[in-house]
């Protein structure tokens, strides 16, 4: 039972009431929040994204179940009043100031707490077209499986009648993730059994290309039909389409069980293997949460970043004319990477040493310490207890600034951390105590001299060196720097740069047109372009990657309102708790580090020549500086950590994996390794136990004299302490 509320608390409610009524302060009802929102035809998830929250959060507020705080609050009741100013409620005519009759209050009451979608009854907000969810799960018995226990009946006797009806009756797809991006195109997932009863092989006998062969009758059938596929062909994951009608798409997505579309790796050995409606309700959180998936972790994550980040929005002209124009804060068309931050293979590295001074290495540190530098204390412990960084690589997008232009090449700069880039410059003056990993090499051996870092490296051994109390100077020999146009400015005048012309200009290299696919792009929007740009291009990925997360841990029990210990506990059988959910977790996961690893996809195809482009180079989202950046972040993070519990607490790592770090201990749990006070408060600027991106979890534990065994073998016990081998396990 609720607790009672006493007369002064209640009267203090009242007060609060009552002041904001008086301030206009109150929100308007959940009905005009609906209504506002939907006539300015804004999706959840773009306020959501506007007001840094989650779309379970708006869908709250909408159905009046809870209402924002804080921040939240002043900026969504700005949102609404000014929304309101746009579309006014209209006057009510003198025959409509009746009390309304019992027949309209029922969709009134309706509106104010939507039921689950159903075929003939969408939520609130949701197009007509996509109101059975954003897929189906075809399996072998005329049916297809939807989320919410939708069932459809399917009479598509081939794949080309498939198409057709998904796209003129299944009515699934989802509404675009921003105002100015696109709907994610209708999935249909196939079993087995459908494969079977479309006639597809079980098995696909090209192992390389992994695409069915032109002369199969399933692409007859479709070219016959008038579909077409994209370059990829006929493979795992599918696109038939035609040419679009207008605005609107003909494309219909296709995912093949058998032919192994759900990599292992992200969803489970087993995902595959479900029941159909257990496969919808597994795919549909996913795209419910992060988006629909339209391949692995990797190409799934990286559609998520210009889902959240489309390239251009429309404006309009001087001249009353509507036109494409760069969105701001996203990246409006391909550019080359930096020479230090190009892959081995890529035209711009040619001639380059590829070690440290030639070369930007930020990677994931993976080291483990000298067997020799153990004490006899910690000899004497009986335990190795890992402990594992909540998506490392998530936190660190949190607010990264990083360059969306053109790099500037700057000789003998002074280094400023607001400036994203890469920076050569020499670090291994800085001394750490050698139990210690060193952040500067991705083997935590000491820098032999001057090596490419990306900004936030540079930054931290700025701090280091202030934390340490040692005498020295960041003082980079050269970099390449992606400023905003303000900071652009500031370098001109300072180094006295000249800007070369824009790849697309008269005088650039043509060849870096080439590469870049710049030809497909018009001229005159190509010279409205802002050559130079930075800010925190991954923020709406994090916060909608962090919200999946975070929901899907709490569906499993895991909340952040937990105890350490209780934590713990939750931790050791979540997956247990909801297996489905469990493997969505997983693919959220696989989502955030296949979207780093992609940033930097190297060539593909068998026989590329090194020096030659390749098709990955003509994304937008290629880009390795992002992806230097990031992981760069993620490393200082953790080493700040690691160095605050050395210094504070005299606690000294034996391993670092990535993101798994294994000090020896009393007992088995973290809470026998990690200092917390009197009050149950952890070290301050230590690891924290808990659920959010970047707190920490228990990895696993093992003896100590297992780790000192594999140390003496130079094995890396991080690596292995939770039972098998963190990297062929995808960690």
């Not at 700040?640 to 009393?666: E, F, G, H, Q, W």
Request: with cysteine; aromatic share 6%.
């Amino acid at each position: 039972m609720a607790e009672k509320p006493t007369p002064g608390s209640a009267m203090t409610g009242v007060e609060a009431l009552l002041a904001a009524v008086a301030t206009g302060a109150v929100l308007p009802p959940p009905a005009e929040r609906i209504r506002l929102r939907e006539a300015a035809k804004l999706t959840k998830a773009a306020v959501a994204q506007a007001l840094g929250t989650r779309v379970a959060s708006i869908e709250a507020w909408e159905a009046g179940r809870s209402e924002p705080v804080g921040e939240r609050l002043e900026a969504y009741r700005a949102l609404l009043a000014g929304l309101a100013e746009h579309y006014p409620l209209p006057t009510p005519s003198p025959q409509t100031l009746t009390m309304p009759t019992a027949a309209a209050v029922q969709p009134q009451a309706a509106q104010q707490n939507p039921s689950p979608a159903s075929p003939t009854q969408p939520h609130p907000g949701t197009q007509p077209q996509f109101s059975n969810g954003p897929l189906l799960v075809l399996d072998g018995d005329d049916h297809a499986y939807g989320i919410g226990g939708l069932v459809l009946d399917c009479p598509a006797t081939s794949v080309a009648d498939l198409v057709a009806w998904t796209l003129a009756e299944a009515r699934i797809g989802s509404e675009r993730l921003h105002p100015s991006g696109r709907d994610s195109d209708p999935l249909v997932v196939l079993t087995a059994a459908a494969v079977a009863r479309f006639g597809l092989p079980e098995r696909l006998a090209d192992r390389v290309g992994l695409r069915l062969e032109d002369k199969h009758p399933v692409i007859k059938q479709l070219t016959k039909a008038n579909w077409q596929l994209t370059k990829r062909g006929f493979g795992p994951w599918a696109r038939v389409y035609r040419p679009a009608e207008g605005n609107k798409r003909l494309c219909v997505q296709l995912a093949i069980l058998p032919w192994d579309a759900l990599d292992t790796r992200a969803w489970g050995e087993h995902a595959h293997e479900l029941p159909a409606p257990e496969l919808a309700r597994m795919l549909g959180t996913f795209a419910t949460r992060v988006i629909t998936p339209i391949g692995g972790g990797a190409a799934t994550g990286i559609e998520l970043m210009t889902a959240l980040r489309p390239p251009t929005h429309a404006v309009r002209d001087a001249s009353g004319t509507w036109r494409s124009a760069a969105l701001p804060g996203s990246i409006p068309v391909p550019v080359d990477p930096a020479p230090p931050e190009a892959t081995p293979e890529h035209p711009l590295a040619a001639g380059r040493s590829d070690g440290p001074a030639g070369a930007l290495e930020e990677e994931s540190l993976a080291w483990f310490r000298d067997p020799e530098l153990l004490t006899d204390a910690e000899c004497a412990l009986p335990f190795a207890v890992g402990i594992d960084v909540n998506t490392a690589y998530l936190a660190a997008a949190s607010r990264l600034r990083v360059g969306l232009g053109e790099a500037v090449h700057v000789d003998r700069p002074v280094f400023d951390k607001k400036l994203a880039g890469s920076w050569l410059v020499d670090l291994a003056a800085l001394h750490l105590d050698p139990r210690l990993p060193n952040p500067f090499t991705p083997t935590g051996e000491p820098p032999t001299g001057a090596a490419w870092y990306a900004t936030p490296t540079v930054a931290y051994a700025a701090e280091l060196a202030g934390l340490l109390g040692q005498p020295f100077t960041v003082q980079p020999l050269e970099a390449w720097l992606r400023p905003d146009a303000a900071q652009l400015r500031d370098l001109v005048a300072a180094y006295r740069l000249r800007i070369p012309p824009a790849p697309w200009e008269n005088g650039a290299d043509p060849a870096a047109a080439e590469r870049l696919g710049l030809d497909a792009y018009r001229p005159e929007y190509l010279n409205t372009l802002p050559r130079f740009a930075a800010g925190p291009y991954l923020d709406p990925w994090y916060n909608r990657l962090r919200a999946a997360y975070l929901d899907t841990m709490a569906d499993l029990g895991v909340t952040p309102d937990l105890t350490p210990a209780d934590y713990l506990a939750a931790m050791q059988h979540h997956k247990d708790t909801d297996p489905t959910l469990a493997a969505v977790l997983s693919a959220i996961k696989a989502t955030v580090k296949g979207g780093v690893g992609k940033l930097r996809e190297r060539p593909q195809q068998r026989g590329t020549a090194r020096g030659t482009a390749w098709p990955a180079l003509r994304r937008t989202t290629w880009n390795p500086h992002i992806r230097g950046t990031l992981i760069a972040t993620a490393n200082a993070n953790n080493h700040r950590k690691i160095m605050n519990l050395a210094l504070k607490a005299d606690l000294y790592p034996l391993a670092v994996n990535v993101d798994c770090v294994l000090y020896a201990s009393t007992g088995p749990s973290p809470l026998d390794v990690l200092p917390y006070d009197a009050a149950g408060k952890p070290l301050p600027g230590g690891f924290r136990l808990g659920v959010s991106p970047g707190m920490v979890k228990h990895e696993g534990t093992r003896e100590l004299v297992w780790a000192a065994q594999l140390m003496d073998e130079s094995r890396n016990p991080a690596r292995l302490v939770k039972g098998g081998d963190a990297f062929w396990d995808g960690e």
